[in-house]
């Protein structure tokens, strides 16, 4: 909708009045010509006048402001030329101006149809486009020529005014059919715009031909001519104010457009042997002769030109088709062409070099007899498949080709080929073939390393998982699973040959235990190396359980038989197994997982033995890493507690020293000591609580010496603190920090942990003694080397295990071992503390012998601090 005020209104109420002015005039019956040139005059200038002022608003497209100024000053030349036609009917000259001007306008609203195309041709193109445009002007004239103009110029006495009156509209002639396929093709948001200049020129040169065969009649030309060309430009004035848009494709008008010369200059050849076939006999015109044989001319010049471009083509396709051979075979592959059945027509020297057959032993011979049968007929389908698409954007145009050709010696090898169709057009493939017997030997070598250990040359646990999974999803589709173990085994002590002779040498002794576990189970086990010192073992006993314990003993005894050789030095080792059954719809990881427990728990015990896989065993791992859990969040949230048993002088009695004792409330569940500290040991979280303890005890004690208390403190370790980083430096740090005097304090450890890593735990041990720390061996007699380590460490203190000093009083044996130890510690000067004291009689009998210090239940229970304040200063009566 147009509003009033929108500058498009006076436009349109121009375009209307003119129409209608225009047509008033007709009727009325006015001079036709003055009439004509008047209307086409006010027409042309009206859409001069709104295409500048259309091309001054801003637009989005350049091209469509330039195209819009080129047609308006079209228009207004054109205007021009017909204010200036009614005046020159009198005068050759005029008439002669005013056709230029007229014509020089068309030439203008053409231009600017091109430029609002916005079409970008190469110069090949546009002179093809150029020849197509004169063909159809030059058809259309000999069309014309035998239909109308012949008879016109039989009557026209001179020929040269014939000529000069119909040059203006055949050359606007020529100047629409060049602009017609550039603007119909065109999709550009000026497309109705360049639809509106086409309407125009090819009004406008009906209405020049009209005029000039008028004009050469001596009479006025048609009042139908006269409209159209007014009626075009008003369209023209119409068009930029519309909104532009851009027009979808369709291929199709291109392609008719493309054929329209070549229609025209049939129509016209047939139109001229039909005239001559009909026996009229006139002179030869020498102007109708020249246009047909420029047609025939021009049409001879697009042959050979088109000749020219297929040979170019088939030369570069040639070129090519030679160049992708030299490329193939440069690197290393094959390339011959069969046809569809095989038969070989033409193959590369390479296949000489690859395979070892001469070409000319291939030429005419098939494909099929150098592949292997089993490959042949999914190639055969594959082939016959390209065979039977004749589209050439099909998938099938092209496929790939994996199989086995058969080398001159004998050999199959891996190839892999790509069929295409032959580029000649003929029922011919091109195939280039390449030999992947190297990356077919990487693959598998990658595959290998991939499931395999690189040490001992044995599956590894990737394979082993994979093939634990098939087997027992084998047993599951209806079989029983009960017959399906897994064996887990672990070397004793293996860490040590690292340790001491070299990963180099562990390495090598890995192998050497694997040679023997090989050697022990069936060929249908599967054996693989877990990884580290691990072994699994992968069994189908097809029988009873037994087997697999019976296999899991050989495995034990395998490995311990006889020492290994390494390093010019027998290294004795032997083995933890576990062993775990399948059961219905376990999955591969678990029954792998018990494995792994059966072997930790053969471990725990000692090692060199076989343990089977309970369910009790999983629900202590489980608990323990519960209870792991549990114990680094009582750290963070402080849930321990320490208590002090009292040590007195059994001389005395009186309180000399204090013990201090790690106790855990979780929550308000008392949690035995024996129950938390070996897990704590294993997790390593023995280490930050004892370090609590010695902190939070040493300040404790240290207030009490400040009261004028002189009593001492004693702590247990664990092997885990004596070997853990800067544990003398800890010490040392909380005397710092409390003030408790370094002799004050007593660290206490049991024998075991003199015998384990006993360098270093000396080493540690002295460096505390150095600090001037007490030290006591706790559990004293149990162990397996005390007197040797009390000659090699500083010891101050040795604590009688509480087994000897529950059988005083009743059994002799262990009164007499007590008496010896009170003896031995007297004679070496060391301080004699006796634990577990719970009756009468066992304190009346230290007292004999000459213990010097004891505690237990009948001296003083574990307490509090608070508890531990009211002795202060008192003794304790027993």
């Keep these: 909708m147009i509003r009033w005020r929108d500058p498009r209104a006076p436009l349109t109420a121009a375009v209307a009045i003119g129409a ?73 000259f005029m008439s002669s101006f005013a056709d230029l001007l007229v014509l020089l306008g068309t030439v203008l609203t053409g231009g600017g149809a091109l430029i609002a195309a916005g079409r970008k041709l190469p110069a090949m193109a546009v002179l093809r486009h150029l020849a197509g445009s004169y063909l159809c002007a030059a058809s259309l004239f000999l069309i014309a020529w035998v239909a109308v103009l012949r008879h016109v110029y ?41 639809m509106a200049g086409v309407a125009v020129l090819a009004t406008t040169t009906v209405a020049g031909m009209a005029s000039a065969m008028a004009r050469l009649d001596g009479g006025p030309p048609p009042a139908w001519s006269l409209t159209l060309a007014p009626l075009a430009f008003l369209l023209l004035a119409a068009i930029p104010w519309t909104r532009p848009r851009e027009m979808p494709a369709v291929p199709l008008v291109g392609a008719l457009i493309s054929l329209v010369p070549s229609v025209l ?77 095989g038969k070989v027509h033409e193959i590369g020297a390479g296949v000489e070099a690859t395979y070892g057959y001469h070409p000319d032993e291939l030429v005419g011979g098939s494909i099929f007899d150098y592949i292997h049968p089993e490959d042949v007929p999914q190639i055969k389908s594959s082939l016959l498949a390209m065979g039977l698409d ?31 169709r032959h580029a000649s057009g003929e029922d011919q493939l091109l195939v280039t073939t390449r030999d992947v017997s190297d990356e077919e030997a990487l693959r598998n070598q990658v595959a290998h390393l991939t499931f395999h250990d690189g040490v001992t040359g044995l599956p590894n646990r990737s394979y082993f998982e994979e093939r634990t999974r098939e087997v027992l999803t084998g047993h599951g589709s209806g079989h029983s699973t009960g017959h399906v173990a897994v064996i887990f085994l672990d070397l004793d002590g293996f860490t040590s040959v690292n340790d001491s002779v070299g990963h180099a040498s562990g390495d090598y002794l890995l192998g050497q235990a694997a040679r023997r576990l090989r050697g022990a189970v069936r060929p249908d086990d599967t054996l693989a190396r877990w990884g580290g010192d691990e072994f699994a073992v992968l069994v189908e006993t097809g029988g009873e359980a037994q087997h697999a314990v019976d296999l899991a003993e050989r495995l034990v005894r395998a490995v311990s038989q006889e020492p290994f050789r390494v390093a010019d030095r027998d290294v004795a080792l032997t083995a933890s197994v576990g062993v775990a059954f399948a059961e219905d719809e ?51 949230e402080q849930q321990f507690a320490i208590e002090y048993q009292p040590v007195v002088d059994l001389a005395t009695s009186r309180v000399t020293a204090v013990e201090a004792l790690v106790r855990w409330w979780r929550g308000s569940v008392f949690v035995p000591p024996d129950q938390f500290l070996g897990p704590a040991e294993d997790t390593g979280l023995i280490v930050p609580l004892g370090e609590w303890i010695l902190r939070e005890s040493c300040r404790e004690v240290a207030a009490w010496r400040a009261s004028s208390w002189d009593i001492g403190l004693s702590l247990n370790l664990s092997a885990r603190q004596i070997t853990a980083p800067r544990f003398v430096e800890t010490v040392e740090e909380a005397l710092e920090e409390s003030g408790l005097p370094a002799s004050a304090l007593t660290l206490e450890v049991i024998e075991e942990m003199l015998v384990e890593d006993a360098e270093e735990t000396i080493k540690r041990l002295s460096e505390l003694r150095a600090l001037g720390v007490r030290l006591a061996i706790d559990d004293f007699g149990t162990g397996y080397a005390s007197l040797a380590f009390l000659r090699q460490l500083p010891v101050d203190m040795i604590k009688i295990d509480p087994s000897f000093v529950s059988g005083l009083g009743r059994d002799d044996t262990l009164t007499l ?52 304040d009211s002795l202060m200063r008192t003794s304790l009566t027993v």
């Design 154 to 194: 039989d009557e026209t006495a001179d020929p040269a005014l014939f000529t000069f009156a119909l040059l203006p509209p055949m050359l606007a002639l020529v100047v629409t059919c060049a602009v017609i396929p550039s603007v119909v093709t065109g999709r550009s948001a000026a497309w109705p715009l360049g």
């Design 586 to 636: 376990l999955p591969a990881g678990d029954l792998i997982r018990n494995a792994d427990v059966a072997m930790a728990r053969a471990k725990e015990l000692g090692g060199r033995r076989v343990e089977v896989f309970a369910a009790q065993m999983h629900a202590d791992v489980v608990r323990r890493l519960e209870l792991a859990a549990d114990l680094q969040r009582a750290l963070i």
């Design 265 to 341: 200059v049939a129509v016209a050849t047939c139109t001229m042997l039909v005239h001559l076939a009909s026996g009229t006999r006139q002179q030869p015109v020498t102007g109708v002769v020249v246009v047909a044989a420029s047609v025939v001319l021009l049409l001879l010049l697009r042959v050979f030109v088109l000749s020219g471009a297929n040979l170019r083509l088939r030369t570069l396709v040639s070129l090519g088709d030679k160049q992708l051979r030299d490329l193939a075979e440069s690197t290393g592959d094959v390339v011959l062409i069969c046809d569809y059945d």
């Design 817 to 868: 071992l007590t008496r010896t130890i009170v003896r031995l510690g007297h004679d070496l000067g060391l301080v004699v503390v006796a634990e577990g004291i719970e009756r009468p009689e066992q304190l009346e009998l230290l007292r004999e012998m000459g213990c010097t210090r004891g505690q237990g239940f009948l001296v003083a229970r574990p307490m509090a601090a608070r508890g531990v």
């Design 390 to 420: 004749d589209d050439e954007s099909a998938d099938s145009g092209a496929c790939m080709i994996a199989c086995r050709v058969r080398g001159a010696d004998g050999t199959w090898r891996p190839t892999e080929s790509v069929a295409t």
């Design 20 to 92: 209608a002015g225009f047509a008033a005039a007709l009727l009325v019956g006015g001079p036709a010509l003055l009439t004509g040139s008047v209307a086409g005059f006010l027409a042309a200038l009206l859409a001069a006048a709104s295409l500048l002022i259309a091309s001054i608003q801003p637009v989005e497209h350049r091209t469509m402001a330039m195209g819009t100024r080129w047609m308006g000053g079209g228009a207004a030349v054109w205007a021009v030329g017909m204010a200036v036609r009614p005046f020159a009917v009198s005068s050759s």
